[in-house]
């Protein structure tokens, strides 16, 4: 079984601080994805890495992939209270199914 | 992307009763899975819904327990029979338009069962 372990678990900061989410895993995978989910709806996807060391930046989220493709991590800069949400990375498997992380549950204050 | 409608959005259920999810997409789409979220947790997948077959479930998870259906390539529903207070949770539609793609998800059924 494929297992992602995210850290940290639980996360709340101030408005305008910097964090990183991370998304480890001892098995390699072919893509990873990251979702944002608030309370209430689905995961939306953020953001997809296919290649090893590939970096992407989506706003103020950067996304970078590990070189060996079992590893992620999310940083947010400048946070805002609308980043609050909880965050999924999710590795792509066999047959089109994923594999989810633990999640990482962010609060920003005003 | 796919636009998902899953209902009902939430229910309260008694011990012993049976609910039926309904997800509804719209659009035709390759693959659509069942998964089971607790609040602010991880998503633990139930299902992959097969269009004109029988489910194929993971480990964990029967048949019996949570009948699937999926009649065409934009529908599927869900059962969760014979509940207890342990099947409390979220349940969530999703899908993919192949295997390499990405997932998009319902809104997802809160459920609460006393």
């Known amino acids: 079984t494929q297992l992602l372990e995210q850290s940290p678990q639980f996360l709340s900061i101030q408005e305008g601080e910097n964090l990183t989410v991370y998304c480890n895993s001892s098995s390699v995978f072919s893509s990873l994805q990251w979702y944002r989910q608030e309370p209430g709806e689905g995961p939306v996807l953020l953001v997809t890495v296919v290649t090893g060391g590939e970096v992407k930046k989506l706003k103020r989220l950067t996304f970078q992939f590990g070189d060996a493709r079992k590893d992620s991590s999310l940083h947010i800069t400048a946070a805002q209270p609308g980043d609050t949400g909880l965050y999924l990375c999710a590795g792509a498997g066999n047959a089109g199914k994923s594999t989810f992380g633990d999640g990482t549950t962010l609060t920003v204050k005003p | 992307s796919a636009v998902i409608s899953q209902k009902p959005s939430r229910d309260i259920c008694q011990r012993g009763t049976s609910l039926t999810i309904q997800c509804q997409v719209d659009?035709?789409?390759?693959?659509m899975f069942w998964y089971r979220q607790q609040p602010g947790q991880s998503l633990t997948l139930i299902a992959t819904?097969?269009?004109?077959?029988?489910?194929?479930?993971e480990s964990g998870f029967v048949i019996d327990k949570f009948p699937i259906s999926r009649p065409n390539l934009t529908f599927s529903t869900l059962t969760v029979s014979n509940m207890s207070p342990e099947d409390s949770s979220i349940y969530l539609c999703?899908?993919?338009?192949?295997?390499?793609?990405?997932?998009?998800f319902g809104n997802g059924t809160r459920l609460t069962v006393t």
């Open positions: 819904a097969n269009q004109g077959s029988e489910a194929t479930y």
């Open positions: 999703s899908v993919a338009t192949s295997r390499d793609s990405p997932l998009h």
């Open positions: 659009s035709q789409v390759t693959m």
